[in-house]
């Protein structure tokens, strides 16, 4: 029974998307081969038992495993029953946001003539941060996140994204703090920003490196659902 639920499960998780809470998009083949495995242990399983029974009627009394064994399953019907949630508000205000280090990668020039330029969070604190030619100075910007409000962003939010490694257990949160919003949004509320970033009359690295990356905001959309693949990966 907790073969074949757990393999259940997690083909469930697989087709509707919601494997995406739980553990990075990079981790959908593993995840799959895991699903199969389970269920054809579980298969197997129950085959071999129902054999048994039927060659030597006795061994179901041998078999039974103790009652308490049941409550193995409880974490499985939780699981079903309660809808996947990933990291949001309540996480970021535990862990300590990220600031991408120093890269030695050239950033490009950015073309905002088809409108704002759509990027990850972490590659817009990465330019904001690293980028000495400050290619984002003044250039329209689309990011996509989660609402995190905080005080030190009285007249706005901070834009949030984690980034994963492997699972949501190692997600840190990636923020940018958003500036010029005209009315509070709820936090965890998911969000389309466009945005605007100039460049600080003090560099972000000769500042002590801790600075906020600010933006002011040009338009928020409110998005009515999150998408399967919240986290940002650092690969």
Not at 162 to 184: K, N
């Amino acid at each position: 029974m907790l073969l074949l639920s757990l393999g259940l499960v997690a083909a469930g998780l697989i087709r509707t998307g919601g494997y995406g809470w739980f553990v990075q998009q990079r981790m959908l083949w593993p995840l799959v081969f895991a699903a199969v495995v389970l269920v054809l242990l579980g298969t197997y399983e129950a085959v071999q038992g129902v054999r048994q029974e039927l060659k030597v009627p006795d061994s179901k009394r041998w078999g039974v495993a103790p009652v308490v064994g049941w409550l193995l399953l409880l974490p499985l019907v939780v699981l079903i029953g309660v809808s996947p949630a990933g990291l949001g508000a309540a996480a970021a205000g535990r862990v300590e946001a990220f600031t991408p280090t120093d890269q030695t990668d050239t950033f490009g020039p950015l073309n905002a003539s088809n409108g704002p330029v759509e990027m990850r969070v972490y590659d817009f604190l990465d330019r904001a941060l690293w980028d000495t030619d400050e290619s984002l100075d003044g250039v329209p910007v689309r990011l996509e996140g989660l609402v995190v409000n905080d005080e030190r962003v009285p007249d706005g939010f901070m834009l949030t994204r984690f980034m994963v490694s492997c699972c949501a257990a190692d997600g840190i949160p990636l923020q940018v703090a958003v500036r010029g919003v005209e009315a509070p949004l709820p936090n965890d509320t998911w969000v389309v920003v466009d945005l605007m970033w100039q460049a600080p009359e003090v560099p972000y690295a000769e500042a002590g490196g801790a600075t906020i990356v600010e933006a002011d905001v040009i338009g928020v959309t409110p998005v009515p659902e999150a998408p399967n693949d919240p986290y940002e990966s650092p690969f």
